[in-house]
């Protein structure tokens, strides 16, 4: 089991940051991937970043276009997401998610992800 917590979000103006946390809990050594994921009201969850185990594969959604950082930091067990120049299309519920089966590359799929959070709502006005 995988328990995942996230914090961070809030309200912001449309050119303004925000650093979205996910604490991780239980079998964490377990999660081959994590990802940050997104809703916006009315519209299906999409991928906003994935990050494999290793660090080695990242990779971001079309809609970042560089504004948006994933890390992960093993020893705490934290996954991160720097939000910079944020725009009102990023107003959304974000989730973090882990991947703990399967062998395969990481990727966006929600499907392939195990375990989830809550949420962190992003609110960005213009």
């Known amino acids: 089991q995988v328990h995942l917590v996230e914090s961070g979000g809030g309200s912001v103006q449309a050119g303004g940051s925000l650093r979205l946390f996910c604490a991780a809990s239980?079998?964490?050594?377990?999660?081959?991937?994590m990802g940050w994921f997104r809703q916006a009201p009315g519209k299906e969850r999409e991928g906003v970043a994935i990050?494999?185990?290793?660090?080695?594969?990242?990779s971001y959604g079309d809609f970042v276009k560089g504004r948006f950082t994933i890390s992960r930091d093993s020893a705490t067990n934290t996954l991160y997401l720097q939000m910079n120049s944020l725009k009102p299309e990023d107003t959304a519920m974000y989730y973090c998610?882990?991947?703990?089966?399967?062998?395969?590359?990481?990727?966006?799929?929600?499907?392939?992800?195990?375990?989830w959070g809550q949420g962190t709502q992003v609110t960005v006005s213009s």
């Open positions: 998610a882990a991947r703990v089966r399967g062998i395969w590359a990481c990727r966006a799929t929600e499907s392939d992800y195990d375990y």
């Open positions: 239980g079998y964490t050594g377990s999660s081959r991937c």
């Open positions: 990050i494999s185990a290793s660090g080695s594969t990242i």
